[in-house]
């Protein structure tokens, strides 16, 4: 089975712009997550989403939004891009909204200018 | 909420000596715990989990994990570190009825010859 793939694995954007990340998951997994990644404030979780619902949400400002398709795919939008939003972020797919197992991508670095 | 703690960001260890890394957890129900190994440049790779059950789980790698209730530890061991452990590990928890995951801060392991 193909593993999770994110593109682009390499952004670099200026301040106030826009940005959508994609993440398809593993074959047959319903449940996609995000995590940002950054050197001072390490891993946090962003939102998951689950048959196309948002199922669950970190504490980001409403500039991070996402979104999930039919297919699976998701995808996560961030608006008025600001130099804090350097970092790199992470999808993760698991079989349904209560697996223990989350398998995740190479993470897309975005680099904000 | 939970949450994890793991001390010192970078831990020095000797080819062939004893890898430990320690990890404490807090949460308020009974938790899902997780270790994921991060190479530079990768996303995150499952080394071991708990959920239920057995207290000692092994993982990929040679790597063991013991879940101790009573000290809110789920310390990370390899009896014998090999230069390909030089990489990045992080603790997490889940609550299990959702697929949230908070992680600790990380430990860059590295590997002397």
């Known amino acids: 089975k193909a593993g999770v793939t994110q593109t682009p694995r390499y952004l670099i954007k200026t301040r106030g712009q826009q940005v959508t990340l994609s993440c398809s998951p593993i074959?047959?997994?319903?449940?996609v997550s995000w995590y940002q990644q950054t050197p001072g404030q390490g891993l946090q979780f962003l939102f998951e989403y689950f048959s196309e619902t948002q199922r669950n949400k970190g504490n980001f400002p409403g500039r991070f939004s996402g979104r999930q398709f039919s297919n699976s795919r998701s995808e996560m939008n961030v608006s008025t891009l600001e130099l804090g939003d350097s970092a790199l972020y992470l999808c993760?797919?698991?079989?349904?909204?209560?697996?223990?197992?989350?398998?995740f991508g190479p993470g897309t670095r975005l680099t904000v200018t | 909420a939970q949450s994890v703690t793991q001390l010192g960001s970078h831990v020095s260890v000797s080819e062939g000596a004893l890898v430990l890394l320690r990890c404490n957890y807090s949460?308020?129900?009974?938790?899902?715990l997780f270790w994921y190994v991060q190479y530079p440049n990768q996303g995150l790779q499952l080394l071991l989990k708990?959920?239920?059950?057995?207290?000692l789980v092994k993982g990929i790698n040679g790597f063991e994990a013991e879940f101790k209730k009573s000290e809110t530890s789920f310390h990370l061991t390899k009896p014998s570190a090999h230069m390909s452990d030089a990489a990045e590990y992080f603790c997490?928890?889940?609550?299990?009825?959702?697929?949230?995951?908070?992680f600790g801060k990380g430990n860059q392991v590295v590997v002397i010859p």
């Open positions: 993760a797919s698991s079989s349904d909204s209560t697996s223990y197992e989350q398998y």
């Open positions: 708990y959920t239920t059950g057995a207290t």
């Open positions: 997490a928890v889940s609550d299990p009825r959702n697929n949230r995951l908070a």
């Open positions: 949460s308020s129900v009974p938790p899902y």
């Open positions: 074959s047959g997994h319903r449940s």
